[in-house]
């Protein structure tokens, strides 16, 4: 079991420096220089680029090969960066991964066209890998963009509402993030040729994981170790977000405890020394535990699917990064 | 030639009410209604609808349906209302066909949105007519949208820059006017079926008509009747753009002139009681009768390419409108 974590530990660092490698080199000299700096300085600023790798590793779970499917991984990194440029506008962000955000870096109008020009550069690079069934491929990539631009104006609109469902939180997030992590499988499947039934699957993983993913992230950002996250602990309510647990925790306080919940929403936000507090109010209510809970139901679908794939190193690196995001603490 | 003339303005005005009556329903019901709303208004906000009736006439030229080809055409309508609003918010515009930009209408963050959905759903529609060839219809398409990116960046540039040159300006409006007429052309014949040296013809027709349009805009500005032109005469000066009658009066003026043209570009434009002066400069100088011949030869190599093409109501149309459009008022 270890010797095996081991070899797909090094497979995914090896496979990471590839695509970081060609994000790094993607742009070099290219003109005019004031709109294409501006593009790199976004695309070599690190991440996960857990993207990149889904679609990797859905193609070699088909039966495909890496080397048929890079321009198509470097192509949903570069589409990942456009939404975190054009969003880090939009929620008036001045960090991120630790470097000031684009469009405080330069200015407003090189951040709203260096994100287009990401946008466009995306479809460039998954064209070049397009070499099957191109019109079914890139409608997965543009149906996969709709999702996220709805999921964002959900995400805006829930900022001005007052009440927000569980279920409507899920759809968001399913737009804003999921749908993007299941266009990632889809496309690595179709473009090496996978069955209607195998698209299918990986589809459903992607997507699963991608739920995961996002609510693992409100968890950690209430309960995960300052030094390991990276950023300040309970940031979400700060700004006042209506995170999964926030709006559970709405849904089943009562008394004190709901009238504290509901000044987090009125006030937009609330101060870095109320931050243990909230943590306790979550705690009583059980919402930490029912967010785990959630986080391992989404994980058990997304390996759910995972059964009906051939056994190969595909099939071993989804369930491997599974298992990784999990216990991720960032 | 005037009972084919008005054959010809009936059928411009018939389809483009056809075009019409599809942007108005396209996003109707659509959910979020915070995200599609805004981006009817700008889809119902009117305009020449030129880009649509190029792809219409580019396939008819070929031998091709305006049946097949009302998707495509749909699709650059889109894509250049996404530019339109992406561009008002950098160039800081308050109205657009008469009405509040959209960033004022609603807010920054709903206009960043509404744009990036524009170009995705401008994808879905293209995708929707590319039966055959998808790839390299879906290609051109994404050039198209590269070069209007580098376009505005030049544009923007241009604006910083205190030199440019009469040829970088020509790059300028190749990459953020032509390249999409271009591209209208060349995806109308595609998705038709065309060969290759009809794909030249038409696109070589929209690449010098596009080139032709954006010099009569910048001539039209500074010598068109106030209320045929529909906006203030001499807004370019009024605003320090760098068009192609200032860049050349700058490169043949001396003396007090060159002085005096120095001051727009040093005080970032002039005053409205000024705009009769300069308007002589460019008379003496001779640069309206230049532009007034650079439209000419532009529109005769777009006409040139006509020859290669078939005898047919397409060809008949991209003639017609090639001679409308010299002969335009605003």
């Known amino acids: ?62 039966g495909g090969r890496f080397q048929d499917v890079y321009n198509a991984a470097v192509a949903v990194e570069v589409l990942h960066n456009f939404t975190l440029v054009h969003d880090d506008i939009m929620d008036n962000s001045s960090l991120r991964r630790g470097r000031p955000t684009l469009h405080k870096k330069y200015d407003l109008s090189t951040a709203i066209l260096a994100g287009d020009s990401l946008n466009a550069l995306a479809y460039a690079y998954l064209l070049k890998d397009c070499k099957v069934n191109p019109r079914q491929v890139i409608s ?65 993983y992607g997507k699963n994981l991608g739920m995961a993913f996002q609510i693992q992230d409100d968890l950690l950002d209430i309960m995960a170790d300052e030094k390991q996250l990276g950023k300040t602990v309970g940031s979400d309510l700060i700004e006042g977000k209506k995170t999964f647990l926030f709006l559970l925790a709405l849904e089943k306080a009562k008394g004190k405890d709901r009238t504290d919940l509901l000044k987090v929403s009125h006030q937009k936000g609330i101060q870095i020394t109320e931050i243990d507090k909230y943590r306790d109010i979550y705690l009583k209510l059980g919402v930490i535990k029912d967010a785990e809970r959630e986080i391992m139901k989404y994980t058990k679908l997304a390996l759910e699917n995972l059964s009906s794939l051939p056994d190969n190193d595909g099939k071993n690196l989804m369930n491997w990064l599974a298992n990784i995001l999990i216990n991720r603490h960032r």
């Open 1 to 62: 079991m270890n010797s095996g974590n081991e070899k797909y530990e090094k497979l995914f660092s090896d496979e990471i420096s590839k695509i970081e490698k060609r994000l790094d080199s993607l742009l070099e000299k290219k003109k005019p220089a004031s709109l294409y700096e501006p593009c790199s300085y976004i695309l070599r600023s690190g991440g996960k680029h857990l993207r990149p790798f889904l679609v990797l590793i859905s193609a070699k779970s088909v």
């Open 140 to 204: 997965s990539f543009t149906n996969g963009i709709i999702a996220i631009c709805e999921g964002q104006g959900l995400d805006k609109e829930f900022e001005r509402r007052k009440n927000v469902s569980i279920k409507e939180y899920k759809i968001m997030i399913y737009k804003k993030t999921a749908a993007l992590s299941e266009m990632c499988c889809s496309v690595g499947a179709q473009i090496s040729g996978a069955t209607p039934e195998q698209i299918r699957a990986v589809s459903n």
